[in-house]
């Protein structure tokens, strides 16, 4: 965001006499030479701002093409990264290195940078503070905040220190768009036996609601309803189900690091009165299909054999 410059409006006195307004116009000449001059030096605080934000864009572009080198280059020698953990990475040969690791071992989706407002608390010193997003699907939301300290080394804006903090608002639309790739319309088919599954957002986002339609041979179609929420305290994906015979329960998400693997530890109770227990697991295979099988799994205690794994196809429109 650019700031915009207010002038300053400065009125000068002349006097009648010509030659007072002829040396008068010398020195004005000579003031202003000056001044262009120091500007070709210095350029103006709307100019540096937009070498700044040069700067940022450099830093989306590298992150977004997962080109560490390009990252690493963008920051000091002696920079300081502290991130939303509050784990601190030292120097540029360190953070290049870590960006190595993320971009080699996570899928991170594009990040953007937006500035809200840039200051210039001393010569070839800049301050930006503003918001940290990720890009899932369409959707641009914000996850973090940024506070960074850029200084002018050879003629080039550097990164000094960065320090990133959460946005508890924005916890909940960040960490369940991770599962936005199970939105829409979904269907195995066995022998005997076929399921339909319907995955949409509630309104607003804060929610994930989820409709499975069981069809056996000979059997009425069992209906389970699935909600997928974020637990703010306990800072994981939580989901709450119920099934049409009266059965419900709980399951905590977990997602392996690195792996579009995602596990689904389940506890519920039967129609009937039972405990159930259950690990379900959901593997993405790719935008169009996932794996999923229910393992360690118990009825009152006693272990139950582990489900078959079943591959589930979207359902094209």
């Known amino acids: 965001m650019i700031k915009t410059c207010k002038a300053a409006l400065m009125v000068v006195a002349l006097g009648l006499v010509l030659p007072g307004l002829s040396a008068h116009c010398q020195t004005m000449g000579k003031g202003a030479k000056a001044a262009s001059e120091s500007l070709k030096k210095d350029p103006p605080e709307s100019q540096q701002e937009i070498e700044i934000r ?3 864009i450099a830093l989306e572009k590298a992150g977004g093409s997962k080109d560490a080198e390009k990252a690493g280059s963008l920051f000091a020698e002696d920079t300081l990264f502290i991130d939303q953990s509050g784990d601190e990475t030292s120097g540029r040969a360190a953070l ?6 993320l971009y080699k071992n996570a899928p991170l989706p594009l990040r953007g940078l937006h500035p809200e407002k840039t200051s210039f608390p001393a010569p070839n010193v800049a301050l930006v503070v503003g918001v940290v997003s990720r890009k899932y699907d369409q959707d641009d939301l914000p996850a973090t905040r940024f506070s960074m300290l850029l200084v002018k080394q050879g003629g080039r804006w550097l990164i000094s220190q960065v320090t990133e903090t959460v946005m508890q608002s924005a916890q909940t639309e960040s960490h369940l768009h991770e599962l936005s790739w199970l939105i829409g319309d ?4 066995k022998t005997d036996a076929s399921a339909r599954m319907n995955v949409e957002w509630a309104p607003g986002k804060k929610f994930i609601i989820c409709k499975c339609i069981l069809n056996k041979n000979g059997k009425d179609p069992q209906i389970d309803n699935q909600v997928i929420g ?3 305290q306990n800072n994981n994906i939580v989901s709450w189900h119920f099934d049409s015979n009266g059965g419900f329960g709980s399951g905590t998400w977990a997602k392996r690091p690195g792996e579009n693997q995602w596990t689904v530890n389940v506890a519920g109770v039967g129609a009937d009165g ?9 593997t993405q295979k790719s935008g169009d299909a996932f794996v999923w099988q229910s393992i360690h799994r118990s009825l009152d205690g ?3 054999t582990d489900t ?3 591959t589930v196809q979207r359902v094209k429109r």
């Open 308 to 310: 078959e794994a079943l």
């Open 230 to 232: 974020w637990d703010p």
């Open 274 to 282: 039972s405990n159930t227990r259950a690990s379900n697991v959901f």
């Open 186 to 189: 979904w269907q195995v088919d």
């Open 54 to 56: 040069d700067v940022l």
């Open 96 to 101: 290049r290195d870590r960006f190595t690791q």
């Open 302 to 304: 006693v272990a139950v």
